[in-house]
């Protein structure tokens, strides 16, 4: 099977679908919640994050509403659609090989004598 | 300087580099909100006013290049453009053809186009797709996107209309009245942001309808019987109703089932 090239920084999409694919969010909370549950290793900034949720939004991948939360502050969340559930589904099998083929790699012969 | 004003001024940095107006405000609105909450998980971790705006400025990064990336990201597409060139083209092509008298169209496509289907008034129709996709590549573009989908469907109805009414005069009032309606339902919604306020006018104006056109053919009926001594005068009464009912309910009712849709979200919230 072959690895999408665009994998690596294709993966911040994959993240961001798979939080939405739990529930609705708005930016900010994503950038926490990733954090959260990465440990603090995905640091996503703010600056990266809002173009990428934009051109999901327009890929159809993901829709927004927005919500008044508290004193009226018109927040705009996120949901996540059938496309980019579909979308979700293909990134994490091209994950999947692409992290077997590396531990194959790593793991294989060749790896222990070094 | 005062501490807002910084906000401001970087969000005026980021707005210089989105070329498209139409997706500035939206845009800006949820950075905003984004540097505020930040800033606010800066304060309750214990920093000052002051310098949790500035860090709360600084994770955000650098606005051009925020910017930059949000502009990549807000561009009228292409397919909008080449929809409007078509759409031109069309209506153009149908304005000369039928100027010089010469039936271009019916040269090149001849009257039967599908499987022996005669389509009747072909060049008000293709005059009419062509308007519509111009009208409806300029709704996309520069119409805000919240209610950009509700303009369009609202075009498609008007359009549809006007050509049925070219082919069947008849059901011109009925689709003068579609048009009226759609138009109080959407800025009854627009106002209200509520569908089901919205469909109040579509509701009540059905029931208006359909009491107007109970009471003529009572009319017709009590006319009938004293004048003629006959009876009749409802056999039209089911088939009006029908036309009513879908060049009128139908739209309506897909249209808020959209907007609901949409919405559906925000409701369960």
Known sequence: M???????????????????????????????ELSKRS??????????????????????MLISYEETAD??????????TTNGRKHLKEKKEGWKAYTTAIDDVLGGAGFGPA | MDQPSKIT???????????????????????????????????????????????????????IVVGGQLDRAHRPKLIDIGTIILGILLVLGILGTRNSGTDLLRTIFGDQIVLGMVIPR???????????????SLVAIFVPMKISKAVIWCQGFILTAIYLSEVFPRMRFV???????????????????????????????FAGLFLFVVGTQINCYMYNNGVNGSYGGF??????????????????????ALISEKNSKEQIA
């Open chain 1, 2 to 32: 072959t690895i999408d090239k665009s994998l690596l920084t294709g993966s911040t999409t994959m993240l961001i679908l798979k939080l939405l694919d739990e529930t609705d969010m708005y930016g900010y909370q994503m950038i926490e």
């Open chain 1, 39 to 60: 440990n603090n290793a995905f640091e996503l900034k703010a600056g990266t994050l809002y173009p990428l949720l934009h051109t999901l939004e327009r890929k159809n």
């Open chain 1, 71 to 80: 004193n009226a502050r018109v927040r705009k969340y996120y949901s996540i």
């Open chain 2, 9 to 63: 001024e970087y969000l005026e940095a980021v707005r210089q580099q989105i070329r498209w107006k139409k997706a500035q405000s939206p845009v800006l609105e949820e950075i905003n909100n984004h540097i505020i909450d930040q800033k606010n998980a800066f304060v309750i971790h214990g920093l000052s006013e002051e310098a949790a705006i500035d860090r709360a400025i600084a994770e955000m990064g650098d606005p």
């Open chain 2, 122 to 136: 072909l060049e008000e129709l293709v005059y009419l797709i062509g308007a519509s996709l111009i009208v409806f």
């Open chain 2, 175 to 205: 689709l003068l009245l579609v048009v009226v309606n759609v138009i109080s339902f959407l800025v009854v919604y627009r106002i209200s942001r509520s569908v089901k306020i919205g469909l109040v006018s579509t509701v009540t104006s």
């Open chain 2, 235 to 256: 056999e039209n009464v089911p088939k009006a109703l029908a036309i009513i009912f879908i060049m009128y309910l139908v739209p309506q009712l897909l249209m808020a």
